[in-house]
């Protein structure tokens, strides 16, 4: 079995698909079985639309294969392919990191395919809950500078939940998932430093209004995996941050969408962006996470 895991700013959230290597399918045909947005045009390597980006997500596991000529004279004229990877695939049958969709099969080894979809279409903003999307009122925020007072208080809270993260995965030796929560703590708190001196004056002491909080949407399993304890599973870890960062994302699409000043609108599309990307960095691990524990 191979996992692949789809990822595309044309998609909601990633998506990891179950293939059977061997059988002779295209990276492209199982996209196309799974409605995964990969452009296509003429499906035999001439034309260059399928172009994707491959990791391979265990990089001892990294299988040889013959690239085809078609290919490497179609990646030379995108210019996607270094003389380095020429020659790995040339003298040693190793791919390059880029490929055609068309061209590329599936091996025995769990992938992530990276592409950037139709760029004629607005990218697709990451999957929020039912609450969130029915959302149409509650306190507005009136200006600029009581937005960042919020911003300062949302990023240094989430800054403090992920390092209670970061120690209990370091605690339980998961050394990559401590590394991704200190690096997410250190993201949030240079979002709430830049708040706070943007608004000088800004109150980083406010707290979020509750209607803000979707109801019954933080529930108190959520608040026990937040405590740091030595013995969260690495899953539960995942998808505690996962909620936070949820959250957070949501808070700024709903200061956005009930802003009446057009000052306060702008300055929150920049934090949903921010946080719209951690949320499907968070969703890409959390897939990659329950694959592994399945199999």
């Not at 196309?32 to 990969?38: E, F, L, M, R």
């Not at 800054?159 to 370091?170: E, P, S, V, W, Y």
């Not at 605690?171 to 997410?184: P, V």
């Not at 979707?214 to 505690?240: C, F, I, N, Q, V």
Request: net charge negative; with cysteine; aromatic share 6%.
């Amino acid at each position: 079995m191979a996992n692949i895991t789809f990822s595309s700013p044309s998609m909601a959230r990633d998506v990891t698909v179950y293939a059977v290597a061997g059988d002779r399918g295209t990276v492209l045909a199982i996209a196309k079985a799974n409605k995964i947005p990969i452009p296509f045009d003429c499906q035999d390597g001439e034309c260059g639309s399928c172009l994707i980006e491959v990791k391979h997500l265990d990089p001892l596991a990294r299988h040889a294969i013959a690239l085809t000529e078609k290919e490497k004279e179609m990646l030379k004229q995108l210019g996607k392919i270094t003389k380095k990877e020429i020659v790995d695939a040339e003298v040693n049958d190793m791919p390059p990191r880029h490929r055609l969709a068309c061209q590329c099969f599936v091996r025995h080894e769990d992938i992530l395919v990276s592409f950037e979809g139709d760029k004629s279409l607005p990218a697709v903003a990451p999957h929020t809950t039912p609450a969130a999307r029915r959302y149409k009122g509650g306190m507005v925020i009136a200006t600029v500078p009581d937005f960042l007072g919020y911003v300062a208080k949302v990023e240094a809270d989430a800054a403090l939940h992920f390092d209670d993260l970061a120690k209990a995965m370091t605690a339980s030796k998961a050394d990559d998932l401590a590394t991704l929560f200190t690096q997410l703590a250190g993201q949030s708190r240079t979002l709430a430093e830049g708040a706070k001196a943007q608004a000088a004056g800004a109150d980083a002491d406010k707290e979020v209004p509750d209607d803000y909080v979707w109801p019954h949407y933080a529930t108190p399993e959520a608040d026990a995996l937040w405590a740091g304890d030595a013995t969260l599973s690495r899953l539960d870890a995942l998808k505690a941050s996962l909620m936070g960062e949820r959250r957070c994302y949501e808070f700024y699409v709903a200061a956005e969408a009930t802003a009446k000043s057009p000052e306060v609108a702008k300055a929150a599309r920049p934090f949903i962006k921010a946080e719209g990307e951690r949320v499907k960095v968070l969703e890409a691990w959390i897939t990659r996470e329950e694959w592994a524990a399945k199999h």
